[in-house]
């Protein structure tokens, strides 16, 4: 018998509030070169699939506002790129490519990777993926986790269990929490990448939500109504299906390393990107500054902070409390500035 054929989807979704101001709706985090000397994270993401699957098995999911502007950034014959009607979060994201994937191709499999992040090391990145493959086999979905190298409160955390299981899933704790976890040893950064049988995947979401498979096929087999899809509840893949799973051994563990840099949120940015040439710190170790506003920034005395000027709006956060720039999003939504988001 033939070996099942591999796809790889990247789910393109969300619009990165943590990065604001960044990180627009209309302009979300995936679509943005964060790295001035790297394309956007999408395209890098991508480029790290054609390693490991050709290009007509690599996906893109992604919202309806944002498929123009992804298939732009891509290019022709690089990725087939499937539209959700609406953002609700990844678990609907990821049962769109399982269906699609076993449509096309019964008996496949599905590797989901996120688009938002970077990996340096892309033979490691191919080969987690791999590795993820065989250790879901026909019947489990395998999850890759990273190194926690810190305690960080922006990731999510998986727990080693026995037989190379995922016994728990703790999504973004607190810095206490965090703190433990790294301490203990068992518990690796969630990278988010998560390898099955497309039908390990469609019968994980039958039992656990239903309602989202449903609206998935609802959309594919009818593009023009997209009623059911609106109706659902917003739910994360790690809520959705790792959770339940992983308290009945379904979920394998891969833990791999392959120079994972996660654009979480300023801090996460900071560390991975230098602060440029033409910007001053003076007794300001620590301090990152990213502008697109073509401005000159200084900061003088303030240590461990970043700054993210734009041509509409100036962020100034400890990077300790870089997760909080969410609280900036939420409260200039509920002030009427959508302008700015």
Same mark, same amino acid.
């Given at each position: 018998?033939?070996?099942?054929?591999?796809?790889?989807?990247?789910?393109?979704?969300?619009?990165?509030?943590?990065?604001?101001?960044?990180?627009?709706?209309?302009?979300?985090?995936?679509?943005?070169?964060?790295?001035?000397?790297?394309?956007?994270?999408?395209?890098?993401?991508?480029?790290?699939?054609?390693?490991?699957?050709?290009?007509?098995?690599?996906?893109?999911?992604?919202?309806?506002?944002?498929?123009?502007?992804?298939?732009? *950034?891509?290019?022709?014959?690089?990725?087939?790129?499937?539209?959700?009607?609406?953002?609700?979060?990844?678990?609907?994201?990821?049962?769109?490519?399982?269906?699609?994937?076993?449509?096309?191709?019964?008996?496949?499999?599905?590797?989901?990777?996120?688009?938002?992040?970077?990996?340096?090391?892309?033979?490691?990145?191919?080969?987690?993926?791999?590795? *993820?493959?065989?250790?879901?086999?026909?019947?489990?979905?395998?999850?890759?986790?990273?190194?926690?190298?810190?305690?960080?409160?922006?990731?999510?955390?998986?727990?080693?269990?026995?037989?190379?299981?995922?016994?728990?899933?703790?999504?973004?704790?607190?810095?206490?929490? *965090?703190?433990?976890?790294?301490?203990?040893?068992?518990?690796?950064?969630?990278?988010?990448?998560?390898?099955?049988?497309?039908?390990?995947?469609?019968?994980?979401?039958?039992?656990?939500?239903?309602?989202?498979?449903?609206?998935?096929?609802?959309?594919?087999?009818?593009?023009?109504?997209?009623?059911?899809?609106?109706?659902?509840?917003?739910?994360?893949?790690?809520?959705?299906?790792?959770?339940?799973?992983?308290?009945?051994?379904?979920?394998?563990?891969?833990?791999?390393?392959?120079?994972?840099?996660?654009?979480?949120?300023?801090? *996460?940015?900071?560390?991975?990107?230098?602060?440029?040439?033409?910007?001053?710190?003076?007794?300001?170790?620590?301090?990152?500054?990213?502008?697109?506003?073509?401005?000159?920034?200084?900061?003088?005395?303030?240590?461990?902070?970043?700054?993210?000027?734009?041509?509409?709006?100036?962020?100034?956060?400890?990077?300790?409390?870089?997760?909080?720039?969410?609280?900036?999003?939420?409260?200039?939504?509920?002030?009427?500035?959508?302008?700015?988001?």
């Amino acid at each position: 018998m033939a070996a099942p054929e591999i796809f790889v989807a990247a789910l393109a979704g969300g619009s990165g509030t943590r990065l604001w101001p960044l990180s627009r709706r209309r302009r979300p985090k995936f679509l943005l070169e964060l790295d001035p000397t790297r394309p956007s994270t999408l395209v890098d993401t991508v480029d790290r699939c054609r390693g490991v699957v050709p290009s007509d098995h690599v996906l893109v999911v992604t919202g309806s506002a944002h498929a123009d502007h992804v298939r732009e *950034a891509l290019g022709p014959g690089n990725a087939h790129v499937l539209v959700e009607p609406a953002p609700r979060d990844s678990l609907a994201a990821l049962t769109l490519a399982a269906l699609h994937v076993e449509r096309t191709s019964p008996g496949g499999v599905l590797v989901s990777v996120p688009a938002d992040n970077y990996a340096t090391d892309t033979a490691a990145f191919a080969d987690a993926l791999r590795r *993820a493959v065989d250790a879901a086999g026909t019947n489990r979905i395998g999850l890759v986790g990273m190194p926690a190298t810190y305690a960080s409160t922006s990731h999510g955390y998986l727990e080693l269990g026995p037989g190379g299981t995922v016994s728990s899933f703790t999504e973004k704790p607190p810095l206490e929490v *965090a703190q433990g976890f790294v301490a203990g040893g068992r518990h690796r950064w969630n990278a988010s990448i998560f390898a099955a049988r497309a039908t390990t995947v469609l019968a994980a979401v039958e039992r656990h939500h239903p309602e989202v498979l449903a609206a998935a096929a609802a959309w594919i087999d009818s593009p023009h109504d997209a009623t059911a899809w609106q109706a659902l509840t917003p739910r994360s893949v790690d809520h959705g299906i790792v959770e339940p799973e992983a308290t009945v051994g379904g979920i394998a563990a891969v833990e791999a390393s392959f120079g994972w840099e996660d654009m979480g949120d300023v801090a *996460a940015l900071a560390a991975a990107v230098p602060t440029g040439a033409q910007h001053l710190l003076v007794d300001s170790p620590g301090t990152f500054v990213q502008t697109t506003s073509g401005r000159t920034v200084a900061v003088v005395g303030l240590p461990d902070i970043a700054v993210i000027d734009t041509p509409d709006g100036l962020l100034v956060v400890p990077l300790a409390q870089a997760a909080r720039v969410r609280d900036v999003v939420d409260a200039l939504h509920a002030a009427g500035r959508d302008d700015v988001l």
